[in-house]
Antibody, heavy 122, light 107 residues
Framework: QVTLKESGPVLVKPTETLTLTCTVS??????????VSWIRRSPGKALEWLAH???????SYSTSLKSRLTISKDTSKSQVVLTMTNMDPVDTATYYC??????????????WGQGTLVTVSS | SYELTQPPSVSVSPGQTASITCSGD??????ACWYQQKPGQSPVLVIS???KRPSGIPERFSGSNSGNTATLTISGTQAIDEADYYC??????????FGGGTKLTVL
């Protein structure tokens, strides 16, 4: 059974750094055809992709947020960590991690975590 | 950067067919997928690789993708299908792209 679970602070102050952890089970972060992404949805807005990481440590970031994001993984702990610096109230959102399935030209999210709501406020 | 455009809202009567479009430059040359998100819940994959329905997704959900438009079709729409729907594709320069989402209302 594949599961992903996000954890992290529910409240951060403006300018602080957010650190979120995604703990996965039911699959390995060393699987070549899978990866993990972070995605968020701000209130009243659409889903927004943030970053992904694959078994070979290949990483990619949203072009608009690249300067603020860092993604990493600890395969032995089955965890993927996302850090976002210089948090602002507009970053208030539910943050999801999701498993990626990839093949030639194919990329989709087949399992999602329950999401964690992060509020940015002083 | 690559963009996907969806209508903000679609309304359908129970039992009728709902069609939600997703437009992007030469989208038919890429693979499109669709997610359903109900209030307070995580997104659920309903269509992958243009037309594939994951296990557990009802047969009334189908997808197509050609030219510049991908379409999610829900046949015999039920009240439980009321949700936000998002298309998504992969682009080599923008990486992961989501559409702006469509709110499906079943009247």
């Amino acid at each position: 059974q594949v599961t992903l679970k996000e954890s992290g602070p529910v409240l951060v102050k403006p300018t602080e750094t957010l650190t979120l952890t995604c703990t996965v089970s039911g699959f390995s972060l060393s699987n070549a055809r899978m990866g993990v992404s972070w995605i968020r949805r701000s209130p009243g807005k659409a889903l927004e992709w943030l970053a992904h990481i694959f078994s070979n440590d290949e990483k990619s970031y949203s072009t608009s947020l690249k300067s603020r994001l860092t993604i990493s993984k600890d395969t032995s702990k089955s965890q993927v960590v996302l850090t976002m610096t210089n948090m602002d109230p507009v970053d208030t959102a539910t943050y999801y991690c999701a498993r990626i399935r990839v093949a030639s030209g194919i990329y989709y999210f087949d399992y999602w975590g329950q999401g964690t709501l992060v509020t940015v406020s002083s | 950067s690559y963009e996907l455009t969806q209508p903000p809202s679609v309304s359908v009567s129970p039992g009728q067919t709902a069609s939600i479009t997703c437009s992007g430059d030469k989208l038919g040359d890429k693979y499109a997928c669709w997610y359903q998100q109900k209030p307070g819940q995580s997104p659920v994959l309903v269509i992958s690789q243009d037309t594939k329905r994951p296990s557990g997704i009802p047969e009334r959900f189908s997808g197509s993708n050609s030219g510049n438009t991908a379409t999610l079709t829900i046949s015999g729409t039920q009240a439980i299908d009321e949700a936000d729907y998002y298309c998504q594709a992969w682009d080599s320069s923008t990486y992961v792209v989501f559409g702006g989402g469509t709110k499906l209302t079943v009247l």
